[in-house]
């Protein structure tokens, strides 16, 4: 089982993450490519909030296709275009995701992604032992 640390030498984590993720020897791994906000049609969602709700969405289709679930999320990556985007992508977060999965993050903010309709991209690791 994936072990979720939080050092006490360090600062409590800022938003809904975890500091670092011990994976134990033996574990399949799974790595995810950055998620945009377009669902199965191809059409892309109307504003952050919802593009970070259907990259989530995507990020539990990829984990569901290959036997995995959100337990198993060790490490997110996300990119957002503008710091106005990072409280929609939170609530986004704790929609989907909820707050029971703390794998370790980092956020970004960037000043473009694959297409300029698109304002957040969210990379994700996962491991299960």
């Known amino acids: 089982m994936n072990q979720f640390v939080n050092p006490k ?9 975890t500091h670092s993720v011990k994976v134990p020897a033996g574990s399949d791994w799974l790595v995810i490519a950055g998620q945009v906000g ?19 969405r995507n990020i539990l289709a990829c984990l ?42 980092t956020l970004l903010v960037v000043d473009g992604l694959a297409s300029p309709d698109m304002l957040i991209e969210i990379e994700a690791m996962a491991a299960k032992a």
Not at 9 to 17: D, E, L, T, V
Not at 73 to 93: I, M, S
């Open 38 to 56: 377009v669902n199965g049609k191809g059409q892309l969602q109307d504003g952050a909030r919802k593009q970070a709700e259907q990259a989530f």
């Open 64 to 105: 569901k296709e290959n036997g995995m679930a959100k337990k198993d999320l060790v490490k997110f990556t996300v990119f957002v275009t503008d710091p106005r985007h990072v409280d929609g992508y939170r609530a986004a977060r704790k929609k989907v995701i909820g707050d029971a999965t703390l794998p370790a993050s």
């Open 9 to 17: 030498a360090s600062h409590k984590p800022a938003g809904a993450y």
